[in-house]
């Protein structure tokens, strides 16, 4: 065999190699997908979706489970919204070029690198020891707005950038100051970029169990919490307590939960990435 | 009417010095705490001791078998993660058609959606079972199937973050290697990687930042025996796991115990802290200029 001949069959075998890479990762995503699905979905009926937590598996449902992740959601949603685009907004168009900026640059970009559980720490001390609340779904809610801010604020920013400068100067141009250029041409111009950011964040908030977990949710809560001062759960807290327990009928409840917690995190991931296309197909510049 | 733009200004910078703030609150939260834990616990025991028993009656605070725990878990995700997500990126960039690239990109990125509890749960109840089924040893909670998986979810990272780097190499390096009678492989490998090599480097760093503060997926599949333990097969706990522990417990406000928590999370802010600022810098000082 030639040497040329050699170097070209190398190619070829790294080219296998390659697509079975490609797909190693995808073919364990589906054994696993179908693998809980088995397992679940058997569980999955309006009982178990509607009734309360239960020591005896048979009868325990995540009522009380969705019905947190779901106030979860929309309480960080509330909070992290405005306060990230707001941030966004600043240091794309108002802030100068200086140390000051640069700063807070570097300083954003740590902070999406902290990994979860700090900031359980961070509203454990924060929220549920200084400002007195407890275990509460507005601390948790708080706690995960912080986590998810540097994501916003990063997407806000790219899809701000996007926008280009003639619509700007054209706003300008016309008179309009610069609020009144941001409000009613950058923003609205870039919304879909900043919408599909912010969706990515909240499916990456439902999943979140670690910092709910140091802040003080409990893993067994018979209520579904009426309001945001009240005690709660999340799903991935429910699964997590229930993937705990040695009993095999508390595995198959985990399994059934995590297809609802999966539908929850697709639907938004659906959602941001339909978003997305929408926005690419519809602005030309 | 410049009144009115100059409090929205004002209160548009307001919401980005809170981040600053926030920041602060971290570094003040974990330190005050440590500080009084440090006070009853001298750093050198901490960092010296060869056991972590601080729930026990006979107390021990040597932070070395969490950190054991969690190098062990992080080695073994990196070990999966890096040649395959690094040959998945060589493979789009130089290999792939544009289509498949635009097809199989989307695909990958679902593995990075998927809540961390729920990769724990298939650690624990299909991949550790199967890898005992040919690992006698092996223990029901252990770093390798944690590892493995975490590995898995950490592909994505990776081979996004390689490729970005890969395809920001201009053309005409590309051209230059074909030019001169390279193969495909020879061009990744002799020209590509190289010059691609501190984006590269930069998306293995924050790989390892995220796998050293993983926390349900090693909390769920790894165990909960602090150890100091190199060893794959045995039950370990991580840093991560440990405050998760205390924190499903009942521990008393301001007890020593409930301080370890903020002196394991310190452990683990200075940890992750220092990586992604070495990220940071090699991306600022290595950025390749291509004009």
Not at chain 1, 113 to 139: D, H, K, Q
Not at chain 2, 17 to 23: R, W
């Amino acid at each position: 065999m030639t040497n040329s001949e050699k170097n070209r069959l190398k190619d070829k075998a790294f080219q296998v190699f390659g697509i079975f890479c490609t797909f190693i990762g995808l073919v364990v995503l589906a054994i696993f997908l179908i693998d809980i699905v088995m397992e679940g979905i058997g569980r999955i009926d309006w009982d178990f979706l509607t009734s309360l937590p239960s020591r005896r598996a048979a009868r325990a449902g995540i009522l009380t489970a969705w019905a947190g992740t779901l106030w979860i959601l929309v309480l960080s949603a509330l909070i992290a919204f405005p306060l990230g685009i707001a941030a966004g907004i600043y240091l794309e168009e108002y802030a100068k070029k200086t140390k000051l900026s640069n700063f807070l640059e570097i300083n954003i970009a740590n902070l999406a690198g902290v990994p979860s559980i700090i900031y359980g720490l961070l509203g454990l001390e924060l929220f549920v020891r200084m400002m007195n609340l407890g275990g509460i779904l507005l601390a948790g809610a708080l706690a995960l707005s912080l986590l998810i801010l540097p994501i916003i604020i990063v997407t806000t920013r790219e899809a701000i950038k996007a926008v280009p400068r003639t619509i700007r100067d054209g706003s300008f141009a016309l008179g309009a100051s610069k609020w009144q250029t941001v409000w009613n041409q950058v923003l609205p111009a870039s919304f879909g970029g900043i919408l599909t950011g912010v969706i990515l964040a909240l499916s990456r908030a439902v999943g979140e169990a670690a910092p709910l977990i140091v802040i003080g949710a409990l893993a067994y809560v018979p209520f579904v919490p009426k309001t945001p001062m009240d005690e709660f759960t999340v799903l991935p807290i429910q699964i997590f307590n229930w993937t705990s327990r040695p009993q095999e009928a508390f595995l198959t409840n985990a399994a059934a939960a995590i297809i609802i917690l999966l539908l929850i995190t697709f639907l938004l991931n659906g959602i941001a990435v339909y978003l997305r296309h929408r926005q690419q197909k519809k602005i030309k510049w | 009417m410049r009144v009115q733009e100059k409090i929205i200004e004002g209160l548009l910078w307001l919401s980005a010095a809170i981040t600053i703030l926030i920041t602060l609150s971290i570094i003040w939260v974990l330190l005050s705490e440590s500080v009084k834990f440090f006070s009853e616990v001298s750093i050198l025991r901490f960092l010296t001791e060869k056991e972590w028993t601080p729930l026990f009656a006979e107390k021990k605070f040597g932070i070395m078998p969490l950190v054991a725990g969690t190098f062990l878990t992080t080695a073994i995700a990196i070990a999966v993660a890096l040649p395959i997500g690094l040959t998945i990126a060589i493979y789009l960039n130089e290999y792939a058609h544009a289509r498949f690239k635009t097809f199989v990109k989307p695909l990958l990125e679902v593995l990075a959606t998927i809540p961390t509890v729920v990769y724990g749960f298939f650690a624990l109840t299909v991949v550790t079972p199967f890898l005992q089924s040919f690992i006698p040893g092996l223990a029901g909670f252990n770093a390798l199937s944690a590892g493995i998986v975490m590995g898995i979810m950490i592909i994505p990272m990776i081979s996004s973050l390689s490729e970005d780097a890969i395809s920001a190499v201009p053309r005409s390096l590309r051209e230059a290697a074909y030019g001169m009678g390279s193969t495909r492989l020879q061009t990744a490998f002799g020209v590509m990687v190289p010059a691609a090599s501190s984006g590269i480097l930069v998306s293995v760093i924050l790989a390892i930042s995220r796998a050293v503060g993983e926390t349900m997926l090693v909390a769920i599949a790894a165990g909960q025996q602090p150890r100091l333990t190199l060893n794959p097969l045995v039950p370990i706990e991580t840093i991560t796991t440990y405050i998760v522990q205390v924190s499903l417990g009942d521990v008393p406000h301001g007890s020593l115990e409930y301080r370890t928590i903020f002196a394991a999370g310190m452990t683990l802010f200075v940890f992750t802290f220092l990586l992604n600022n070495l990220s940071f810098w090699i991306k600022k000082k290595y950025q390749e200029k291509y004009d």
